[in-house]
């Protein structure tokens, strides 16, 4: 398994600023991802965290608004931009570790726009 | 695409009451399966998988049976205790080695009641 942190755990901003989580893990992993969990609704993915390239987005998550980094094995960021109140959620980041498909997930940030 | 149904909570039971969860997915291939448990504030923590069928997951109590028959993946406890009162997530990954995501269930809240 992996054990993983994120920071902040919460956060309150204002609309039409940007905010970056960040995600550590605390061994080497084969693959990060971040998952948006709106207020009482289930785990939707935003992004693959690809180390060294790109990260691939699902639909309807745009790297504009989403950009996120992945400088090495052990760690990943999400920015979410020009925030509005409908970005209000948990961002919840996992890992995978290679040879299995099951994923270990960050305990979130809860984030707040008015 | 993947899709993962479970049964609507809340559910209410009594403390020691039998516990079922359902589950069933819709996925092309051979997809891993898993149950995911979120308590009050915190993040998820994987409750238990299964990789194949008829594969039986098992961990704290409860157990989850991967019938590809019927497509699903129920999950069951003999006894439950006011500490399971939490949200349970039912998960699936497409297999074949591929870089996705999980798929997720849009949770249950189970409630125990003393």
């Known amino acids: 398994s992996a054990v993983i942190s994120q920071k902040p755990s919460r956060d309150i901003c204002q609309r039409g600023t940007s905010l970056t989580i960040q995600c550590q893990v605390d061994s080497q992993v084969t693959m990060m991802f971040w998952y948006r969990q709106q207020p009482g609704q289930s785990l939707t993915l935003i992004a693959t965290?690809?180390?060294?390239?790109?990260?691939?987005?699902e639909s309807g998550f745009v790297i504009d608004k989403f950009p996120i980094s992945r400088p090495n094995l052990t760690f990943s960021t999400l920015t979410v931009s020009n925030m509005s109140p409908e970005d209000s959620s948990i961002y919840l980041c996992?890992?995978?570790?290679?040879?299995?498909?099951?994923?270990?997930f960050g305990p979130g940030t809860r984030l707040t726009v008015t | 695409g993947d899709s993962v149904t479970q049964m609507e909570g809340p559910v209410t039971l009594s403390e020691e009451a039998f516990l079922t969860i359902n589950c069933t997915y819709t996925?092309?291939?051979?997809?891993?399966l898993f149950w995911y448990v979120q308590y009050p504030g915190e993040g998820l923590q994987l409750l238990l998988k299964a990789t194949k069928a008829d594969d039986k997951g098992s961990n704290k109590g409860f157990e989850a049976t991967y019938r590809k028959e019927t497509t699903s993946f129920h999950l069951e406890k003999g006894s439950v205790q006011v500490s399971d009162s939490a949200v349970y997530f039912c998960a699936l990954h497409p297999g074949g080695g591929g870089a996705d995501g999980l798929t997720f269930g849009k949770g249950t809240h189970l409630i125990i009641q003393p």
């Open positions: 996992s890992a995978r570790t290679s040879g299995t498909y099951e994923q270990y």
């Open positions: 996925a092309t291939g051979y997809p891993s």
């Open positions: 965290a690809n180390q060294g390239s790109e990260a691939t987005y």
